[in-house]
């Protein structure tokens, strides 16, 4: 079948996971790139910044133990960072206590007119102070130029009390990363940027065809529905999404079946329900006809008879459509459910008269608030079915008993009963519980669903009990309108 879809089509699974997948590592990468184009050098800062900070607290704090010397030789060695450590009691003349140049450190020497600036800075600040500067490449030719160029250097300085002494305590680093690192960095990232593309493709394909095969699997066999092929088991796993879309499909697929079976016996029951009648009413007539003496007024009736079964057939099927469809509006009014009843009892008196026994028990007048129309079809099929499947005691019970706020109708028939697993079916469309069941009322296999249609709509509780060999006891209950 063509459809006439003006959407675009969408893309595939694999192309659009492809595209995700790209994407994805596009803006990861455009971070990093980012990232490592323009804050490494301050985030490098910071870090180092940070690090000289809490050294030189952690060093004023240690200054007096014992292995002080030892730390502040492991600290420079791992930190690359140049250490001194100065007596500045005097205010003058500064006394140098430790030096990291005694471990090899190639730094630049402090000229004196700077340390005393740092000096005075930092006193001024509170005793502490954090100065950086460009190298100057000129008076550093002991460096290796490469390494260095452009490097900014900081150094930090704190001036504290210590058993008695003032001490300068200088921490010196350079605090922009070294070009060897910046290309080690980039080459890692060069690196990264090959394999999550890498990835991405190879990771897209993976999932989409994890994903595609089991939906186009289900796709091929949910075609198959279309083509009223009901047999098709969906069973592709792989996912919960797609587990539940078959189990969902599957139930489709089993009440599609049903429905269309169902469709097959209402087409050979309706046909065969109104061929009877039809065969019925044109053999009278042509009896009628061909036999002058025939042209009685038993005859005619049974004409008449037989026009009513066809056509209540008809309202039937036409009722049962309507009330689905939902076309037809329920008009409530208060009225006696208990002379409504009697009133439907006494339509099937004519039956009685074929030694059916049918009863009424009901102790007082109810009043109920309800569709007055629907709840005598209603009646109407309960007590028929009792009637037709009434078995060969032919006796037909219906109760009414007033509970707190309900009253509640019992049809008791005295027939063979209902087995208990065909009991569910029997509410639904075109259900018979028994395929050759010869009837004294023409019926449709609709009569039940009708019922069912018309308590749901007016909200009402119902049911059967069912005993095989000891009858069936339909019932339903509607509030009380004496209130
Ligand atoms: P039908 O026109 O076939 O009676 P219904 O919808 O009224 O259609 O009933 C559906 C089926 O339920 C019937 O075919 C029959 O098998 C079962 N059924 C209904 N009422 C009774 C009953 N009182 N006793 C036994 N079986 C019943």
């Not at 595209?19 to 790139?33: C, K, M, T």
């Not at 090959?194 to 991405?200: A, P, R």
């Not at 329900?273 to 009628?288: C, F, H, N, S």
């Not at 669903?449 to 339909?474: N, P, Y």
Request: charged fraction near 25%.
């Amino acid at each position: 079948m063509k459809q006439n879809n003006p959407r675009k089509p969408s893309k595939r699974l694999r192309h659009k996971l492809l595209a995700y997948f790209l994407g994805f590592s596009g803006i990861v990468l455009a971070l990093l790139w980012f990232m490592q184009t323009v804050f490494l050098d301050d985030m490098y800062r910071i870090i180092k910044t940070v690090g000289i900070e809490r050294s030189a607290d952690f060093i004023s704090e240690h200054i007096e133990d014992e292995n002080i010397v030892k730390v502040l030789d492991e600290m420079h060695l791992q930190n690359d960072m140049r250490i001194e450590v100065y007596d500045t009691t005097s205010g003058k003349t500064f006394y140098l206590l430790y030096s990291s140049r005694e471990q090899g450190d190639l730094g630049l020497n402090y000229y004196p007119h700077q340390l005393y600036s740092y000096y005075s800075q930092a006193k001024k600040a509170g005793g502490e102070g954090l100065f950086s500067e460009q190298w100057d490449k000129e008076n550093i030719p002991q460096l290796p130029k490469t390494e260095h160029e452009n490097a900014i250097n900081l150094t930090c300085v704190r001036v504290f009390e210590s058993s008695g002494r003032e001490l300068m305590l200088m921490l010196r680093s350079a605090i922009t990363p070294i070009e060897s690192t910046v290309t080690t960095l980039r080459f890692i990232l060069i690196f990264i940027s090959g394999i999550l593309l890498l990835l991405s493709v190879t990771m897209s394909l993976v999932l989409s065809w994890k994903f595609s095969k089991p939906l186009n699997d289900t796709n091929e066999k949910a075609k198959r529905l279309a083509k009223e092929d009901y047999s098709p088991s969906f069973d592709s796993f792989g996912y919960r999404e797609i587990e539940e879309l078959n189990s969902t499909l599957n139930f489709a697929a089993e009440e599609l079946g049903l429905a269309s079976n169902l469709r097959k016996e209402l087409i050979a029951n309706v046909s065969h329900d109104l061929r009877t009648p039809l065969t019925m009413i044109k053999g009278y007539a042509e009896v009628m006809r061909d036999i002058p003496g025939e042209m009685n007024e038993e005859n005619l009736q049974a004409i008449v008879d037989e026009s009513t079964r066809l056509s209540n057939l008809v309202s039937d099927l036409l009722d049962i459509s309507k009330l689905q469809s939902g076309a037809v509006p329920i008009e409530k009014k208060v009225f006696s459910l208990t002379d409504c009843t009697s009133e439907i009892l006494s339509r099937f008196e004519n039956l009685s008269q074929q030694q059916y026994s049918l009863s009424f028990e009901s102790q007082r007048d109810a009043l109920v608030f309800a569709d007055r129309a629907r709840i005598e079809q209603v009646l109407y099929n309960l007590i028929s079915n009792a009637v037709n499947y009434s078995g060969d005691k032919k006796e037909v019970k219906v109760r009414q008993v007033v509970l707190s706020d309900t009253v509640r109708i019992e049809v008791s028939d005295s027939g063979k009963g209902i087995e208990p697993e065909k009991l569910k079916n029997i509410w639904d469309r075109y259900y018979r519980a028994d395929k050759n069941h010869r009837r004294a009322v023409v019926g449709t296999g609709l009569g039940l669903s009708i019922v069912k249609e018309i308590l749901d709509l007016h909200g009402a509780h119902f049911g059967v009990h069912s005993k095989v060999g000891e009858g069936s006891t339909f019932w339903f209950e509607l509030s009380l309108a004496e209130n």
